[in-house]
């Protein structure tokens, strides 16, 4: 088993479930037997990375964060909720700031070109005289930007630092997810979580409740799901 063989085996296993098209990040919806095949290769990726002694950091020191984001492994969501957020981003740390500024400052950089790309594409009858002009404004400012980094850098002792995105308007996909409690089935948790556009998220969704804890328009899910339709509002499920 290696990385290719992992990231293979979860591309075919999500091939045969449903997955969310509504938003850029990739969510599928996985029952018990899928997402058991997930947890077994994430415990392949888990041996790999003992094997080569992987020093990585932070949530990427999880041995599955570059293949994927497992959700909720140990209960099934049974109803959830799609939505867009911010997500926050904030460093105080000095010495953080300092090691985090030259990424910073190629996101910017690479964010900037593509958005003028973006426009470019899709602006009618854009004359090259227009692109050229847009360019040279672009790299203009990108100069001025990165000379001022460059600056603060090298005096940093002498300024207040922080880096947050607390002003930017960008949002990201999210999911509200509830499931049943997996230590005690009386009771539900609910949580939300940002999903990842690098890799596939796998959410384990079914509704295992007792029949006894549903609500009215739950009960009416389920038995249209599981019942046999007749007569347009009859639904009829053999016992036993």
Request: charged content about 35%.
């Amino acid at each position: 088993m290696d990385s290719n063989f992992i990231k293979t085996q979860i591309r075919e296993i999500l091939e045969g479930y449903p997955r969310a098209r509504e938003i850029e990040a990739e969510l599928y919806f996985l029952d018990k037997k899928g997402m058991d095949k997930i947890l077994l290769l994430e415990a392949g990726a888990r041996y790999l990375a003992e094997d080569s002694g992987s020093t990585k950091k932070g949530k990427r020191k999880d041995p599955f964060y570059q293949y994927a984001k497992i959700i909720n492994p140990q209960a099934p969501a049974f109803k959830y909720k799609i939505y867009f957020a911010k997500r926050p981003r904030e460093i105080f740390d000095r010495q953080k700031v300092l090691a985090a500024i030259p990424g910073t400052l190629e996101v910017w950089k690479n964010t900037e070109r593509k958005h003028l790309r973006e426009y470019i594409e899709n602006k009618e009858d854009i004359s090259t005289d227009e692109i050229d002009r847009l360019t040279a404004e672009l790299d203009e400012r990108i100069s001025i930007e990165e000379n001022e980094v460059n600056y603060i850098v090298e005096h940093f002792d002498e300024y207040d630092v922080a880096i947050t995105n607390a002003e930017e308007n960008r949002l990201y996909p999210s999911l509200y997810y509830v499931m049943v409690d997996p230590e005690d089935r009386n009771k539900t948790l609910t949580t939300d979580t940002h999903l990842r556009k690098e890799v596939p998220n796998v959410l384990w969704q079914e509704d295992t409740r007792p029949y006894s804890m549903l609500r009215a328009n739950d009960r009416v899910g389920r038995i249209v799901k599981t019942h046999k339709r007749i007569m347009d509002r009859l639904y009829v499920k053999k016992r036993g």
